[in-house]
Every structure is written in structure tokens, then in C-alpha cells.
Nanobody
Framework: VQLVESGGGFVQAGGSLRLSCAAS????????MTWYRQAPGKQRELVAT???????NYADSVKGRFTISRDNAKNTFYLQMSSLKPEDTAVYYC???????????????WGQGTQVTVSS
């Protein structure tokens, strides 16, 4: 299963961006879907996650500003980012666990990453 991200870019502080992550390939089910980010010189951190049932979880640093959502029919999930701050600057990665068939085990897949830069 391949994950393809889009929507990153350059934005001024206070602005908004929407990231997308589309999964393709042999998919029986996907659960959960997660956005991570990694700033220069820092460890990768979890930003937000959403289960197949729609339950969400956010890092404290983005609560109230970011919204994660998913379209199960399209195997695509999104990260709507608002009130962006310079400290949100990072490469954002999507990740998911999937099964290719009913009998297979869950495997992990990562997107290639998309750069988000927020200027002050």
C-alpha cells in the first residue's frame, strides 16, 4: 500500500493549510490513520490520529487548531491546519496500518513527507 501526501507549502503565521494523504494498492481495511511531523533537529512526533470509527486524538500543541478527518470510501485522510505558528514548521508524514486481505496481518505504511513552512 502506498501513501501519497499533498497540500504542504509556505504560509504566514495565522494562516491555514490542508494536507491530504491518499492510500492506494491492495487494501482490505485501514486502521488507524495518523499524521506525524519532524522539525529539523527534533524527533518525529505524533500530531493527530483517527480510527476507522472516527475517534480522534491530538497532540496538546495542536488541539483546537488542527482537525484530522478521513474519507473511508476514498481511503484518504486529511489534516486541516489553522492558526498556524512558526513552530508548526516541519515535514509532515502520514502513516497507517492496513490489511491487504482478510487473512493477512496488519502492516505499516508511510508517506514520503510534505514540507510545511510557517513564517512569522
Amino acid at each position: 500500500v502506498q501513501l501519497v501526501e499533498s497540500g504542504g507549502g509556505f504560509v504566514q503565521a495565522g494562516g491555514s493549510l490542508r494536507l491530504s494523504c491518499a492510500a492506494s494498492g491492495r487494501i482490505f481495511c485501514i486502521h488507524p490513520m495518523t499524521w506525524y511531523r519532524q522539525a529539523p533537529g527534533k524527533q518525529r512526533e505524533l500530531v493527530a490520529t483517527i480510527t476507522s470509527g472516527g475517534s480522534t486524538n491530538y497532540a496538546d500543541s495542536v488541539k483546537g487548531r488542527f482537525t484530522i478527518s478521513r474519507d473511508n470510501a476514498k481511503n484518504t485522510f486529511y489534516l486541516q491546519m489553522s492558526s498556524l505558528k512558526p513552530e508548526d514548521t516541519a515535514v509532515y508524514y502520514c502513516n497507517t496500518f492496513y490489511k491487504s486481505t482478510y487473512y493477512s496481518t496488519y502492516k505499516s505504511s508511510w508517506g514520503q513527507g510534505t514540507q510545511v513552512t510557517v513564517s512569522s
